[in-house]
């Protein structure tokens, strides 16, 4: 088998609905195997799954043991010659794994392998490619000067080698993880992306990223911006440097010093549609019942040519497609003010997110 999908879902019942159909549609054409591991999630998540995606493998934890072990546990099951640890609030092209994989046969040294991440506004994230964080570059993360922690030597759309890599995309080999030992479990959440990237470096590989394939991920429904995620991660990037870098009481102490500023001022978005003024349905199907839900005017059209502020787009992939809906919502220009929703008809929902720093939001169509 080619390659093997771990999403590690906790409560997010429609965005991994969302993320499952995306990855079917993207593996069609690939030997590959979809595996997710649920977290003991409260909602309905793994009756979802058993119902609408019965070729998926699921894993149902009694407990949420955190990232690094659920998603350790799903690499365990994977027959896979590659691995992706892929998040559920993600959205894939039907051609991104084809194109990652295609990447990463020609690479000898490779370690892992990222790709282009941009929100559900069309934002490009930077975290898609980073740099090591010295103490000098976290202690400036921290206080709020990020330039150089995120790989900005490399333009987004090209691509090249990098240190670090997100969690919520990686593609890797099989026996590289295993061979570093794969997550840290210390790590509870956050950081662990971090340790195993900077593990695959040390043990000789080297870290790739791709610009020829774009992912949406909502970022909001994993990275929840409050005051526990701030404790969180800088705990972690504390953890990180007692693992790998020598002992130092000022770091020590700026760190402590940023996780009290953070958590004292955490940095939050609006994440609702309050802002919108109109919708604008992309389908060729009947707007009908989708208006009776809305509060404002709908209009129907089949492509988008220009992006109107304070417009929300609601996107219907089973006439577009995933990768034509990622490539409508990476074209904004009107940033942050045009918004985009995707519609799942199968469903009946209208779901995804305008900040990446909060929750995002599902739709009603119908009764349910």
Request: one cysteine or more.
């Amino acid at each position: 088998m080619k390659l093997s999908i771990i999403i590690l879902n906790y409560n997010v019942k429609h965005f991994l609905e969302l993320c499952l159909r995306s990855v079917e549609a993207a593996i069609s054409n690939i030997d590959a195997e979809i595996i997710v591991v649920d977290n003991n999630s409260p909602d309905v998540s793994c009756s979802m799954v058993k119902q609408l995606f019965p070729n998926v493998k699921l894993i149902e934890n009694k407990t949420n043991d955190g990232f690094s072990k659920g998603n350790n546990k799903g690499v365990k099951q994977a027959k896979g010659e590659y691995i992706c640890i892929l998040n559920p609030d993600t959205v894939v092209a039907e051609d991104t794994f084809e194109i990652l994989l295609k990447f990463a046969d020609s690479k000898s040294d490779l370690g892992i392998l990222g790709c282009k991440l941009i929100d559900g506004k069309g934002q490009f994230l930077p975290e898609s490619k980073r740099n090591v964080p010295t103490p000098i570059v976290s202690i400036k993360k921290v206080l709020g000067f990020s330039k150089s922690y995120y790989a900005t030597q490399l333009n987004k759309d090209e691509d090249g080698k990098v240190a670090i890599l997100v969690g919520a995309f990686m593609l890797i080999k099989k026996s590289v993880y295993q061979d570093v030992g794969g997550f840290d479990e210390d790590y509870f959440m956050y950081g662990e992306d971090l340790d195993l990237s900077y593990k695959v470096l040390k043990a000789g590989h080297q870290n790739y990223y791709c610009s020829q394939t774009t992912v949406v991920h909502f970022k909001g429904e994993s990275t929840l911006k409050d005051r526990t995620y701030a404790k969180r991660f800088n705990g972690s990037m504390q953890l990180f440097f007692d693992k790998h870098f020598k002992a130092n009481w000022l770091f020590n102490i700026l760190i402590w010093f940023g996780i009290k500023i953070v958590s004292i001022f955490p940095k939050n978005e609006e994440g609702t549609s309050k802002n919108v003024k109109a919708y604008v349905l992309v389908s060729n199907n009947d707007a009908h019942d989708i208006q009776n839900k809305l509060d404002k005017t709908l209009t129907l059209q089949t492509s988008v040519t220009s992006y109107l502020p304070h417009v929300e787009y609601i996107l219907d992939i089973d006439f577009l497609g995933f990768k034509k809906a990622i490539g409508i919502i990476s074209k904004n220009k009107q940033k942050p003010s045009s918004t985009f929703k995707f519609l799942l008809q199968k469903s009946s929902v209208i779901i995804g997110s305008n900040s990446s720093k909060s929750r995002g939001e599902v739709i009603y169509i119908k009764n349910n």
